[in-house]
DNA sequence: ATTTGACGCAACCAGCTGGTTGCCATAAAG
DNA sequence: CTTTATGGCAACCAGCTGGTTGCGTCAAAT
């Protein structure tokens, strides 16, 4: 609903489209709240790799840090942005659906002059 | 619904996670089916980056090919992939969310009096 | 036949990105 | 106090990526 929903949903795009990310999230839902060192054990990449994956999912807001006791940062998942991506997607495939076609035929109807793609270069 | 759903989610993530090929798609959406010269009149960028952005969303079957007369290459909207991703997205939340809550529960159960699921932030 | 417009291909470039190693700080354990 | 994880930078690297320019070509219009 927010008119921002787009910004969410290119940053889970983002996300969704590296398979690393996409491993450490599958990590987090199975495995519940980890650390980006619990997590190195199950990847085959460095924690220090893991931590930049993480920094980015937060940044997104598909993971949420929370401090815990010895330093230690726990992550856990947070599926709100994704819920925003995904009605983002289906808002998106409904348009297409032929529904925006009736619209340009009407448009073109009533604005003859406007839409005419022009080519220059 | 078929196991390689999560591939064609990638292709549709990593084509929308671009501002460009959101764009191209916008353009298709609006106009209909168009070239390469065409989309180029709207956009900043030249034709033969819209047509490797093309070629992309065609790999992804966002889009699909369609030669008209004089030589000219016309691209529609596809939406079926991306509906694909959407559903991949809606699964993900929802095993997010079930994953989650029977974890909560079963600490519940187990512990009976400890972890007040504090939510810093 | 020549011009014109549009497509495709290839080379090239700058910047981002995923990943690594190395180092340092901190906090618990010995 | 020394050891032993553990987390947080920072530098660095290779490869991809978005974008450009340039060129060859083909179909239609002149």
Redesign the interface.
């Known amino acids: 609903m927010p008119r921002d929903a787009?910004a969410i949903?290119?940053q889970v795009?983002?996300a969704?489209?590296d398979?690393s990310r996409?491993a450490i999230?599958a990590g987090l839902?199975?495995q519940?709240p980890a650390t980006a060192t619990d997590l190195a054990g199950c990847l085959p990449i460095t924690r220090q790799a893991i931590a930049k994956h993480l920094a980015l999912l937060a940044e997104a807001g598909l993971v949420?840090?929370?401090?815990g006791e010895r330093r230690r940062v726990r992550y856990?998942?947070c599926?709100a942005p994704?819920?925003v991506?995904?009605q983002f997607?289906?808002a998106?495939?409904r348009?297409?659906?032929g529904r925006?076609?009736a619209l340009?035929d009407h448009l073109d109807r009533v604005l003859p002059g406007l839409?005419q793609?022009?080519?220059?270069?």
């Open positions: 787009e949903a290119e795009f983002v969704l489209a398979p996409r999230l839902a199975s519940g949420t840090a929370e401090p856990r998942l599926s994704m819920q991506a995904q997607l289906a998106l495939a348009d297409w659906d925006l076609d340009k839409p793609p022009h080519q220059t270069q």
